[in-house]
């Protein structure tokens, strides 16, 4: 179909209301000229002071930079990062926000994919603290290698228990080597065979009275001075030596006796424990076991095969019953002493699921429940350990503890009875697909081999492996489950913000800040209020508020002062600038009702007029064809039969049959495929019709018998010909003697998409002629050929609701191709679908012979005028470098200009004569 031309118009612009108002005390003969005068005046002001205040810049420059607020704002900012550096460690955690465009397989992937990498840097806090422990032992056992872990206690204890807090996600850090063996000779207790010390939320312990400088009595002393009078019998106020001394910390209470700068100092001593309780961190043995650390530590004699030759993640997940807290460690080797080198090794561990504690709440299950909160696909996230085990969950009531008695462990993913149905019968999946089991049935799996995203049940499942680069085994699988019907949902967008800021601890530094940021910051926030002034156009007030105030609300800096200053200019340039912009808006108005009325005009004018010339093909030559041919070839053929009036149009009728063929293009550039498929059924409809017009006497002779259809009657190359004649399809439409609709089926030469009725009726061109027949000529002589050699069906009032005359849903090859040739078909049929309805509106104003059956069509089209007409379409434009849009406006206000205007064409008429209202019409739209 001829592609419509697009006509180069700027956007009409949004309408803008200004209200103006005269100065206070101005009284009532201020008008917009006095009030302009008053406008240049203070603007010409400003310039002046602006002027001498950029020259005032080049003045005093030392004065104006001590006074000024960056300098001292960063001086004292200067103290507190100095005070604070030793003490205080900030860290910025939080999840990257990022836009899903479509809820598909790929923005899960990339979802779990982002998880995984929060996931990972969560545990690479532990590894990062593991590896700055390491160094800080390093040290220690520089400076005394037979007592390394007291060395690393009294040298780098407190700021240790700083990362702890710092960290946020850490719980503890342990380290230990073998103990001198003449102090395990010498000792009362001879399975205390190490030195181990462990710093905890607010614990601590110290193995090795004879190398820490607290001694047993001392111990003992210290307890019953902080427990007065209390029963040795009970627990905590009797201490027996020998044993692991556990004492309770100052940490972040603020307890009677303590000292802030000293978070490690004594605050009680709990008690003490034989070293071989495996809380104890005593006995080397039970240690080096409940780790699983490889080879044995047998007393201190260390096996070749013993020790940690790089760091890695304990398989094993500690479940601690006392704190209500699961926690995952991290392994690393030291240094050991000469008698036992491959001894040593250090422990950091991470809260992964649990309560409350001292440390705060955040752990990786929290984070977890943070990440689905924020998901509108109701996502559920877990994480399964190398042994098939719980991890954490996003989900509130899942608790992935097993309490036996004194005992604790982590419940399998696949234990249906412990184990939500949300996350059972995946997980149970996984474990079956990618775990083994020994004879004592614990699981090793292999989470390496799990496919990036499956499908499980109803779930949609993506999974990533995580592993820690700077330490092995972590193996962990990080698991995003969906409903497989959100892959195909709505647009998501995802943002979650999780930044927490370091809370100053210099108190004279935060002080100061406070004290220098109140002055900088009035300022400011007097310039956002103002701000918000001018933002409501209340300049006058703006101005007011500055001039307002004592001394002490003077600017105290350099910057406020001149902030000031220019704001007092920006309020009078802005005044200057509302006046011309009114000015300039009510000019856009102007021109835009002008445009559209002239739009309006154009339309009206051109409906049911003969604005190209109407060209035939006989159809003994139509039939002779043996596929179709363009405008161009037969019009240099000399096949064609030109119309170039109204007048000749009405002559030609009188001894000639137009018959008018409406189809759908077959292919991007060609209307046909290489079977000739839209030729054939053409030719079936053109003898149909004249088989049945042969009772019209002369004019349905075959030899009087001409045909239109648009490829060989609308020019394919000139656009501006194109345009001229899809304004003329009214004339062309109501001017056939026979109106064919001829659909056969058949397919798309590019798309391959199946041709046939329902396709016609899907395309938005041959809408288009469907409307101009029925808004000119109703549906006399309106027929449908379906099948390739069928019969002509004529079309009734019951075929309208199976044929949609809603042009602008229909389906243009342009948007289809993404516009690369930059106009869209749609524009270009606006005026000639408001010359239409201009149609109809007059037919049925006019009460003419058809107003009945237009009254129908009227009706038809005012109950769904915004899909008639509609005021807006999407633009898009596909690009090698991807697809844009843009929203558009088509119609806009045109329906509504164009109605207003026939009713006053329609009482003018009125009042007028007959012959004038004869006259002000189409004459081809009353003959035929």
Same mark, same amino acid.
């Given at each position: 179909?001829?592609?419509?031309?697009?006509?180069?118009?700027?956007?009409?612009?949004?309408?803008?209301?200004?209200?103006?108002?005269?100065?206070?005390?101005?009284?009532?003969?201020?008008?917009?000229?006095?009030?302009?005068?008053?406008?240049?005046?203070?603007?010409?002001?400003?310039?002046?002071? $602006?002027?001498?205040?950029?020259?005032?810049?080049?003045?005093?420059?030392?004065?104006?930079?001590?006074?000024?607020?960056?300098?001292?704002?960063?001086?004292?900012?200067?103290?507190?990062?100095?005070?604070?550096?030793?003490?205080?460690?900030?860290?910025?955690? %939080?999840?990257?926000?990022?836009?899903?465009?479509?809820?598909?397989?790929?923005?899960?992937?990339?979802? &779990?994919?982002?998880?995984?990498?929060?996931?990972?840097?969560?545990?690479?806090?532990?590894?990062?603290?593991?590896?700055?422990?390491?160094?800080?032992?390093?040290?220690?056992? $520089?400076?005394?290698?037979?007592?390394?872990?007291?060395?690393?206690?009294s040298?780098?204890?407190?700021?240790?228990?700083?990362?702890?807090?710092?960290?946020?996600?850490?719980?503890?850090?342990?380290?230990?080597?073998?103990?001198?063996?003449?102090?395990?000779?010498?000792?009362?207790?001879?399975?205390?065979?190490?030195?181990?010390?462990?710093?905890?939320?607010?614990?601590?312990?110290?193995?090795?009275?004879?190398?820490? %400088?607290?001694?047993?009595?001392?111990?003992?002393?210290?307890?019953?001075?902080?427990?007065?009078g209390?029963?040795?019998?009970?627990?905590?106020? %009797?201490?027996?030596?020998?044993g692991?001394?556990?004492?309770?910390?100052?940490?972040?209470?603020?307890?009677?006796?303590?000292?802030?700068?000293?978070?490690?100092?004594?605050?009680? &001593?709990?008690?003490?424990?034989?070293?071989?309780?495996?809380?104890?961190?005593?006995?080397?043995?039970?240690?080096?076991?409940?780790?699983?650390?490889?080879?044995?530590?047998?007393?201190?004699?260390?096996?070749?095969?013993?020790?940690?030759?790089?760091?890695?993640?304990?398989?094993?997940?500690?479940?601690?019953?006392?704190?209500?807290?699961?926690?995952?460690?991290?392994m690393?080797?030291?240094?050991?002493?000469?008698?036992?080198?491959?001894?040593?090794?250090?422990?950091?561990?991470?809260?992964?699921?649990?309560?409350?504690?001292?440390?705060?709440?955040?752990?990786?299950?929290?984070?977890?429940?943070?990440?689905?909160?924020?998901?509108?696909?109701a996502?559920?996230?877990?994480?399964?350990?190398g042994?098939?085990?719980?991890?954490?969950?996003?989900?509130?009531?899942q608790?992935?503890?097993?309490?036996?008695?004194?005992?604790?462990?982590?419940?399998?993913?696949?234990?249906?009875?412990?184990?939500?149905?949300?996350?059972?019968?995946?997980?149970?999946?996984?474990?079956?697909?990618?775990c083994?089991?020994?004879?004592?049935?614990?699981?090793?799996?292999?989470?390496?081999?799990?496919?990036?995203?499956?499908?499980?049940?109803?779930?949609? &499942?993506?999974?990533?492996?995580?592993?820690?680069?700077?330490?092995?085994?972590?193996?962990?699988?990080?698991?995003?489950?969906?409903?497989?019907?959100?892959?195909?949902?709505?647009?998501e967008?995802?943002?979650?913000?999780?930044?927490?800021?370091?809370?100053?601890?210099?108190?004279?530094?935060?002080?100061?800040?406070?004290?220098?940021?109140r002055?900088?910051?009035?300022?400011?926030?007097?310039?956002?209020?103002?701000?918000?002034?001018?933002s409501?156009?209340?300049?006058?007030?703006?101005?007011?508020?500055?001039?307002?105030?004592?001394?002490?609300?003077?600017?105290?800096?350099?910057?406020?002062?001149?902030?000031?200053?220019?704001?007092?200019?920006a309020?009078?340039?802005?005044?200057?600038?509302?006046?011309?912009?009114?000015?300039?808006?009510?000019?856009?108005?102007?021109?835009r009702?002008?445009?559209?009325?002239?739009?309006?005009?154009?339309?009206?004018?051109?409906?049911?007029?003969?604005?190209?010339?109407?060209?035939?093909i006989?159809?003994?030559?139509?039939?002779?064809?043996?596929?179709?041919?363009?405008?161009?070839?037969?019009?240099?053929?000399?096949?064609?039969?030109?119309?170039?009036?109204?007048?000749?149009?009405?002559?030609?009728?009188?001894?000639?049959?137009?018959?008018?063929?409406?189809?759908?293009?077959?292919?991007?550039?060609?209307?046909?495929?290489?079977?000739?498929?839209q030729?054939?059924?053409?030719?079936?409809?053109?003898?149909?019709?004249?088989?049945?017009?042969?009772?019209?006497? $002369?004019?349905?002779?075959?030899?009087?018998?001409?045909?239109?259809?648009?490829y060989?009657?609308?020019?394919?190359?000139?656009?501006?010909?194109?345009?001229?004649?899809?304004?003329?399809?009214?004339?062309?439409?109501?001017?056939?003697?026979?109106?064919?609709?001829?659909?056969?089926?058949?397919?798309?030469?590019?798309?391959?998409?199946?041709?046939?009725?329902?396709?016609?009726?899907?395309?938005?061109w041959?809408?288009?002629?469907?409307l101009?027949?029925?808004?000119?000529?109703?549906?006399?002589?309106?027929?449908?050929?379906?099948?390739?050699?069928?019969?002509?069906?004529?079309?009734?009032?019951?075929?309208?609701?199976?044929?949609?005359?809603?042009?602008?849903?229909?389906?243009?090859?342009?948007?289809?191709?993404?516009?690369?040739?930059?106009?869209?078909?749609?524009?270009?049929?606006?005026?000639p679908?408001?010359?239409?309805?201009?149609?109809?509106?007059?037919?049925?104003?006019?009460?003419?012979?058809?107003?009945?059956?237009?009254?129908?069509?009227?009706?038809?089209?005012?109950?769904?005028?915004?899909?008639?007409?509609?005021?807006?379409?999407?633009?898009?434009?596909? $690009?090698?470098?991807?697809?844009?849009?843009?929203?558009?406006?088509?119609?806009?206000?045109?329906?509504?200009?164009?109605?207003?205007?026939?009713?006053?064409?329609?009482?003018?008429?009125?009042?007028?004569?007959?012959?004038?209202?004869?006259?002000?019409r189409?004459?081809?739209?009353?003959?035929?």
């Amino acid at each position: 179909m001829a592609r419509a031309f697009q006509k180069d118009e700027r956007m009409p612009c949004e309408e803008h209301v200004v209200e103006i108002r005269g100065r206070k005390g101005d009284g009532p003969a201020t008008n917009i000229s006095e009030m302009v005068k008053v406008s240049e005046l203070r603007y010409t002001n400003s310039l002046d002071s $602006a002027t001498q205040w950029r020259q005032s810049l080049r003045r005093r420059p030392l004065c104006r930079c001590l006074s000024s607020a960056m300098t001292m704002v960063s001086f004292s900012m200067g103290i507190l990062v100095i005070g604070s550096i030793l003490g205080i460690r900030v860290l910025s955690w %939080g999840l990257i926000s990022y836009e899903l465009q479509t809820t598909s397989e790929e923005g899960q992937k990339s979802q &779990v994919e982002q998880m995984a990498k929060e996931v990972l840097a969560f545990f690479q806090v532990g590894s990062g603290l593991a590896e700055v422990t390491s160094q800080f032992y390093n040290i220690s056992f $520089a400076r005394e290698s037979d007592a390394a872990p007291h060395e690393f206690l009294s040298r780098f204890g407190t700021l240790e228990w700083t990362s702890l807090v710092q960290s946020v996600f850490t719980q503890d850090v342990m380290l230990v080597h073998a103990r001198n063996p003449t102090l395990v000779s010498a000792s009362g207790d001879p399975s205390c065979n190490t030195d181990a010390v462990l710093v905890g939320q607010q614990y601590m312990f110290d193995i090795n009275p004879n190398t820490t %400088g607290l001694t047993w009595e001392q111990a003992e002393e210290f307890n019953n001075q902080s427990n007065p009078g209390c029963d040795p019998s009970q627990a905590g106020c %009797g201490l027996a030596a020998p044993g692991a001394i556990l004492a309770g910390i100052c940490g972040y209470e603020n307890r009677p006796g303590c000292d802030p700068s000293d978070p490690l100092q004594f605050a009680a &001593v709990y008690g003490n424990a034989s070293c071989t309780s495996p809380g104890s961190g005593g006995n080397g043995e039970v240690l080096w076991m409940l780790n699983q650390l490889p080879g044995s530590f047998e007393g201190g004699s260390i096996t070749s095969t013993s020790g940690l030759l790089a760091p890695q993640w304990q398989r094993r997940t500690i479940v601690d019953l006392n704190y209500g807290l699961v926690r995952q460690s991290v392994m690393f080797g030291l240094p050991g002493p000469p008698w036992a080198p491959q001894s040593a090794w250090g422990r950091v561990t991470m809260r992964v699921a649990g309560d409350e504690n001292i440390f705060g709440t955040t752990n990786l299950q929290s984070i977890l429940r943070q990440v689905s909160a924020s998901s509108r696909d109701a996502s559920i996230i877990f994480v399964l350990t190398g042994r098939g085990e719980l991890l954490a969950t996003s989900l509130d009531d899942q608790d992935v503890r097993v309490i036996e008695g004194d005992t604790a462990r982590l419940v399998r993913g696949d234990d249906e009875g412990l184990v939500s149905d949300l996350i059972q019968p995946v997980a149970k999946a996984l474990i079956e697909r990618h775990c083994t089991s020994d004879t004592s049935g614990t699981l090793d799996c292999d989470w390496e081999q799990v496919s990036v995203l499956q499908y499980i049940r109803n779930y949609a &499942v993506a999974a990533k492996p995580i592993n820690d680069p700077k330490a092995d085994g972590l193996g962990l699988l990080l698991v995003d489950i969906v409903d497989s019907g959100a892959i195909t949902g709505r647009i998501e967008e995802i943002n979650v913000t999780l930044i927490q800021l370091g809370i100053p601890i210099i108190f004279g530094a935060i002080l100061l800040f406070v004290i220098l940021s109140r002055q900088v910051t009035v300022p400011l926030r007097k310039a956002r209020d103002n701000m918000f002034l001018l933002s409501d156009m209340k300049i006058d007030d703006a101005v007011a508020a500055y001039s307002e105030g004592g001394r002490c609300s003077r600017p105290l800096f350099t910057e406020a002062g001149d902030l000031q200053l220019s704001f007092m200019h920006a309020a009078t340039a802005l005044k200057a600038w509302r006046r011309r912009e009114i000015e300039r808006r009510t000019l856009l108005e102007e021109e835009r009702a002008q445009r559209i009325q002239h739009t309006v005009e154009k339309a009206v004018q051109g409906a049911g007029k003969l604005m190209h010339p109407m060209v035939l093909i006989s159809a003994e030559e139509f039939m002779n064809m043996q596929m179709l041919v363009s405008y161009e070839v037969l019009r240099n053929s000399g096949k064609l039969e030109f119309l170039d009036t109204e007048d000749d149009l009405v002559k030609f009728k009188t001894n000639h049959s137009v018959i008018f063929l409406s189809h759908q293009w077959l292919g991007w550039g060609y209307p046909d495929d290489e079977q000739q498929t839209q030729l054939k059924a053409m030719k079936s409809a053109v003898k149909t019709a004249a088989h049945q017009m042969r009772s019209s006497g $002369a004019r349905g002779a075959w030899k009087n018998m001409y045909v239109w259809v648009d490829y060989c009657s609308i020019a394919q190359e000139h656009r501006g010909m194109q345009t001229l004649a899809v304004s003329s399809l009214p004339v062309y439409a109501s001017s056939a003697d026979v109106f064919v609709i001829v659909a056969p089926p058949a397919k798309h030469v590019q798309s391959h998409n199946q041709a046939d009725l329902h396709s016609y009726n899907s395309r938005g061109w041959c809408r288009a002629e469907m409307l101009s027949k029925i808004c000119s000529s109703g549906l006399e002589n309106f027929f449908v050929l379906s099948t390739e050699g069928g019969e002509l069906q004529r079309v009734t009032e019951e075929w309208l609701p199976s044929l949609s005359m809603y042009v602008f849903e229909g389906d243009f090859s342009c948007c289809q191709q993404g516009h690369c040739h930059g106009a869209c078909d749609k524009e270009a049929l606006v005026e000639p679908v408001l010359g239409l309805y201009s149609l109809v509106l007059r037919q049925v104003n006019d009460g003419s012979g058809s107003a009945r059956h237009m009254e129908q069509v009227l009706r038809h089209i005012r109950q769904s005028k915004e899909r008639f007409f509609p005021r807006t379409y999407t633009y898009r434009v596909t $690009a090698p470098e991807g697809t844009t849009t843009e929203e558009r406006e088509l119609f806009g206000p045109l329906v509504e200009a164009l109605e207003q205007h026939m009713d006053r064409e329609h009482g003018l008429r009125r009042a007028g004569s007959t012959g004038s209202l004869r006259s002000a019409r189409s004459d081809v739209f009353w003959v035929f």
